[in-house]
C-alpha cells in the first residue's frame, strides 16, 4: 500500500484550499499518510498569500512539519512571492519537484 501524499494546490477558490489545507495537515499529523508534501501553483498562490484565513493554516502546516513549496513562477508572475515567503512556503520552480514525487511514488491528490 503507498501511503505518500503529494497535494498539489491550484484552486483558487478559499473554500477548496481550506479543505486541501486541512487534509494536508491531518494526513500527516493524525498518521493517516507516513509522508506528505504540499506544493502551491497557479491561483491556490494568490489566495494564499493574500487570505489570512489560509495563511494561518498553512503557518499552523509549517509548525507541523509540512513545509509548502510554492512555485516561482507563479509566485512572481503573480507578484506574490514575498507574502508567500513571509508565510514561511519554499520558492521553486515546482515541476521537477512534482515530477520526482510522482516517480518516487507518491500520490498525487490535487485540489
Not at 494536508?24 to 494564499?48: C, H, P, T, Y
Amino acid at each position: 500500500m503507498n501511503d505518500k501524499l503529494a497535494v498539489i494546490l491550484a484552486s483558487g477558490d478559499p473554500r477548496v484550499l481550506e479543505m486541501g489545507l486541512m487534509y494536508a495537515r491531518n494526513s500527516a499529523v493524525q498518521g493517516w499518510m507516513s509522508d506528505v508534501k504540499v506544493f502551491l501553483f497557479g491561483s491556490s498562490e494568490i489566495q494564499i498569500a493574500t487570505d489570512p484565513g489560509l495563511r494561518g493554516m498553512v503557518e499552523e502546516m509549517i509548525e507541523s512539519g509540512i513545509v509548502p513549496v510554492a512555485c516561482k513562477y507563479c509566485s512572481d508572475k503573480y507578484s506574490v512571492t514575498e507574502l508567500l515567503e513571509r508565510a514561511g512556503c519554499e520558492i521553486e520552480y515546482v515541476g521537477a519537484p512534482i515530477s520526482e514525487a510522482i516517480k518516487a511514488g507518491y500520490v498525487p491528490m490535487v485540489w
